[in-house]
């Protein structure tokens, strides 16, 4: 069997986990120039700034889309031909990467690359990249690295396809190319990969399982990538978790327990993004259906955003939300919460939640991670959804020798429940809390006569 000849192996854009002329792991200061079509290229402008890529320039063509290039072959040649011509004084010298703003088919990719002769990624391939500078833990960096294979190996079907088209390589059609060992290489990897990721997948189911059976009530935190999820988590939950500007700086999940509050947990995970193939996200199923199988869940959308801005990402986040889940989510389940409240103005609030109720929001929490505003207020909301309005209750003293003290009385409540509110009194204690039914069922079982509930007379108020 021949070796494969690597000097000839031609770019593969993205270098993930096929060879390439150079393998990067930083591509912080490259230069790029951007392709784009149609739309609004901020986003993935972003994108590349996140991960500290210069994009010098932007060109953009309009018309009907090329099936083979994307764009005009002549406008392409053009563009190589001025990369390759171009003197230090120029701005395009020093550029070594080309970033296309669309999905691009493997075909498509290939055949830019070729023709233009520099690397070029599309939305997908700068995805992976910054997939991969930001995972951290082992499940993330397992997930990234089935998506860059899933990509990979569509672009080594193209090749494949291209090398055996029209010819019968071998003696008796019976030898391979290169690509072919590359290709069996990858999806034997790939499918370790699968499998680990199974085995992943099941520790989280029974994670899950232990926390229903201990009474725990879980909260999801979902939303657009950089709507301020992990800086809400921090809020509610005082766990410190990465928190930063940037897009997808969370990739794994993220569990903690809300404070004040001992049965609830919060899961912060990976976020949205528009116009991402499913087949990539789907590398991450695992991590995100942590998130979205919950008692409850928060949909974050930033505040700051202009209104389409905001529409926009609302409505893509709720599709891939119906999409991952096999029941549709009931209006209880699912509560709207607006971050970054401290970076807009009053007026911009009210435009936003009158936008949001076009899609029937109405009931949407304005918070602020950074100022506090609001957290208190959705930490009560949390609390609501899942265990009621709280209850006022009084425990009363006992002359019974060995009665219960108040204090070990108290303590037992704390553990069970959130209380909001405290008070001595001639009959003993006082409380208001958030307290799940089937806790409040057992206290009163334990407690007797020593425990009822404070019935206002709505008449004298």
Known sequence: ????????????????????????????????????????????????????????????????????LHFGRGRLEAIRDELRMAPESHPWFGIDLILVNANLTPRQLVNLT???????????????????QHASSVEARNQVRIARLNADRNILRELVNRETTGERLGFGAGGRTGWNIALSALSRELKTLKNRQKRYGKAIKERQRQRKDSGAKTVGLAGYTNAGKSSLFAALCGKPVLVEDRYFSTLETTVGRMQFSPRILLVDTIGFIDEIPSDLLDAFSATLQESID?????????????????????????????????????????????????SCSEEHLKEVQSALRLFSVEDAVVTSSSSSDGIDVLRSEILT???????????????????????????????????????????????????DPIDWFRLQESLGSRVSVIIKNSQSE
């Open 114 to 132: 070729d023709l233009l002769q520099c690397e070029t990624w599309d939305r997908v391939r700068l995805l992976l990249e910054l997939f991969t």
């Open 294 to 342: 919950c008692d409850l869940l928060l949909l974050l959308l930033d505040a700051s955003d202009s209104i389409p801005e905001l529409i926009r990402k609302f409505e893509t986040s709720r599709r891939e939300l119906f999409d991952r889940t096999d029941h549709d989510l009931e209006p209880y389940d699912l509560q709207v919460v607006l971050t970054k409240s401290d």
């Open 385 to 435: 959804r899942l265990h009621g309005p709280p209850i006022e209750m009084q425990i009363t003293h006992s002359s019974m020798t060995n009665a219960r003290p108040l204090a070990a009385i108290e303590s037992q409540i704390r553990r069970m429940a959130m209380v909001q509110e405290r008070e001595v009194n001639e009959q003993g204690l006082r409380m208001i809390a958030w307290i």
């Open 1 to 68: 069997m021949t070796e494969p000849d690597w000097d000839n192996v031609p770019l593969v854009a993205g270098s993930g986990g096929v060879l390439t002329e150079e393998l990067r792991t930083s591509h912080s200061g490259r230069k790029a120039l951007m392709l784009t079509r149609q739309g609004n290229p901020s986003e993935f402008l972003s994108l590349a700034e996140t991960m500290d890529i210069d994009a010098v320039e932007i060109i953009s063509q309009k018309g009907r889309s090329n099936p083979r």
